[in-house]
T-cell receptor, first 112, second 111 residues
Framework: NAGVTQTPKFRVLKTGQSMTLLCAQD?????MYWYRQDPGMGLRLIHY???????AKGEVPDGYNVSRLKKQNFLLGLESAAPSQTSVYFC???????????FGDGTRLSIL | KQEVTQIPAALSVPEGENLVLNCSFT??????LQWFRQDPGKGLTSLLL?????REQTSGRLNASLDKSSGRSTLYIAASQPGDSATYLC??????????FGPGTRLSVLP
């Protein structure tokens, strides 16, 4: 049982480049989330989705876009990467609001 | 806006000790409170969930309590083991809002 899978696990980008982080879950969960984790800042919600075809902004959405074309996948895009986006990105999913979230192992992203 | 704090930020104990981790939140209108564990280089793993109507929840050597009126939760770990070494985070979903996570307590259990 894979749970939540994130790809890639590591990536180094140059300022201005774009990339997409992929999250896939096999638990048929309705809700999916993208967080970033930074030292001293904790986990902060970037965007989330309450079902296929829906997305909503979280606490720190600027500079990111998301899409949920299929229920099992949630994509996070950086259109023009900036050094401030260097972070560890976590995807999570849950069956419904307020229920335990299942997390992937993260993507470590460095922007030079 | 809900704010969540955790004390201490780091804790080092010898194997076998019982220990308590603390979580405080500013808005008592919470749906539930959850405790997570994060191992280095990994994502979060859910440990315990306490509904807002409950006072405590137990799982094995872990016991979590909740006092909404004072805005506090504690995670009690009995007979600590080196395998318990990790960062422990609490999180609260305020009604109608998304999870707010605490900064975590980094626990080291020494053999």
């Amino acid at each position: 049982n894979a749970g939540v899978t994130q790809t890639p696990k590591f990536r180094v980008l140059k300022t201005g480049q774009s990339m997409t982080l992929l999250c896939a879950q096999d638990m048929n969960h309705e809700y999916m989330y993208w967080y970033r984790q930074d030292p001293g800042m904790g986990l902060r919600l970037i965007h989330y989705s309450v079902g296929e075809g829906t997305t909503a902004k979280g606490e720190v959405p600027d500079g990111y876009n998301v899409s949920r074309l299929k229920k099992q996948n949630f994509l996070l895009g950086l259109e023009s990467a900036a050094p401030s986006q260097t972070s560890v990105y976590f995807c999570a999913s849950s069956q419904s609001w307020g229920q335990p979230q299942h997390f992937g192992d993260g993507t470590r992203l460095s922007i030079l | 806006k809900q704010e969540v704090t955790q004390i201490p930020a780091a804790l080092s104990v010898p194997e076998g000790e019982n220990l308590v981790l603390n979580c405080s939140f500013t808005d008592s209108a919470i749906y539930n409170l959850q405790w997570f564990r994060q191992d280095p280089g990994k994502g979060l793993t859910s440990l315990l969930l306490i509904q807002s109507s409950q006072r405590e929840q137990t799982s094995g050597r872990l016991n979590a309590s909740l006092d909404k009126s004072s805005g506090r939760s504690t995670l009690y770990i009995a007979a600590s083991q080196p395998g318990d070494s990790a960062t422990y985070l609490c999180a609260v979903p305020p009604y109608g809002q998304n999870f707010v996570f605490g900064p975590g307590t980094r626990l080291s259990v020494l053999p």
